[in-house]
C-alpha cells in the first residue's frame, strides 16, 4: 500500500547546486502537488498539476521547476539552490478536482541548503 | 481570497482531558473542510472531513462541525491520549476553483501523560 512515494527524505546542498525531488503516485490519481513546510507559516503550494500535461504555479513557486512526466510522476527541481529553500517538502496526489476529494501526502523531503 | 485561520499553539493538557482547537474560514461560496494530522517526522493524514454545511466529520473520537453561520470547523476530542500528540492541521477546498487546497499554520498538541 505505498500511495504517495517521494525520494530522496533528506538531503544537504550547497548553495547554488542543483537538484531533484522525485514523486510518484500509485493510485491512479490525476492531480498532484508540491508543498513547502516552514515552521509558523504552515504549508504552502509551490506547484500543482492537475492532469498529465499540465501545471500551474501555486503560491510559492520562485526558484523552482516541475515536471509531469506521466500520470504517476511528479518531479520538482531547484536549478540553483539558496538557503531559504531550506525546508521539508511534501508531494501529494488527489484523485480529482472536486472539493471533497482528499489530499494524500508523502512522507516528506528534508532538504538543507548551506 | 480564500484563507484559514486555526489557534495558535503549542497547546499543552492532560491526558483524558477535552480538547477544542479552533479553525475559522474565509472563502467564497461553500467550500469542503478538513483536518489533517502529522506525527513527527510523517506526512499529514487525513483526520476528518465535511463537504456541506451542519455537517459533522468524526474519526478516532475527534469531531469537527461545519457550522457555515459562524464559518467554523472546530476539532474536538473528549479524552485525549499521550498518542494524539501532533500537530492539526484545518485546511478548506474551494468548489469551483481552481485545484487548490488552503491550509492553516497548525496547532501543535502535546498530552502529557
Known amino acids: 500500500n505505498a500511495g504517495v512515494t517521494q525520494t530522496p527524505k533528506f538531503q544537504v546542498l550547497k548553495t547554488g547546486q542543483s537538484m531533484t525531488l522525485q514523486c510518484a503516485q500509485d493510485?491512479?490519481?490525476?492531480?498532484m502537488y508540491w508543498y513547502r513546510q516552514d515552521p509558523g507559516m504552515g504549508l504552502r503550494l509551490i506547484y500543482y498539476?492537475?492532469?498529465?500535461?499540465?501545471?500551474d504555479k501555486g503560491e510559492v513557486p520562485n526558484g523552482y521547476n516541475v515536471s509531469r512526466l506521466n500520470k504517476r510522476e511528479f518531479s520538482l527541481r531547484l536549478e540553483s539552490a539558496a538557503p531559504s529553500q531550506t525546508s521539508v517538502y511534501f508531494c501529494?496526489?488527489?484523485?480529482?478536482?472536486?472539493?471533497?476529494?482528499?489530499?494524500?501526502f508523502g512522507e516528506g523531503s528534508w532538504l538543507t541548503v548551506v | 481570497g480564500d484563507s484559514v485561520t486555526q489557534m495558535e499553539g503549542p497547546v499543552t493538557l492532560s491526558e483524558e482531558a477535552f480538547l477544542t482547537i479552533n479553525c475559522t474560514y474565509t472563502?467564497?461560496?461553500?467550500?469542503?473542510l478538513f483536518w489533517y494530522v502529522q506525527y513527527p517526522g510523517e506526512g499529514l493524514q487525513l483526520l476528518l472531513k465535511?463537504?456541506?454545511?451542519?455537517d459533522k466529520g468524526s474519526n478516532k473520537g475527534f469531531e469537527a462541525t461545519y457550522r457555515k453561520e459562524t464559518t467554523s470547523f472546530h476539532l474536538e476530542k473528549g479524552s485525549v491520549q499521550v498518542s494524539d500528540s501532533a500537530v492539526y492541521f484545518c485546511?478548506?477546498?474551494?468548489?469551483?476553483?481552481?485545484?487548490?487546497?488552503?491550509f492553516g499554520k497548525g496547532t501543535r498538541l502535546h498530552i502529557l501523560p
Open positions: 501529494a496526489s488527489s484523485d480529482g478536482t472536486g472539493a471533497g476529494n482528499t489530499i494524500y
Open positions: 493510485m491512479n490519481h490525476n492531480s
Open positions: 498539476s492537475a492532469s498529465e500535461g499540465t501545471t
Open positions: 472563502a467564497t461560496g461553500y467550500p469542503s
Open positions: 465535511a463537504t456541506k454545511a451542519d
Open positions: 485546511a478548506l477546498r474551494a468548489k469551483n476553483r481552481d485545484d487548490k487546497i488552503i
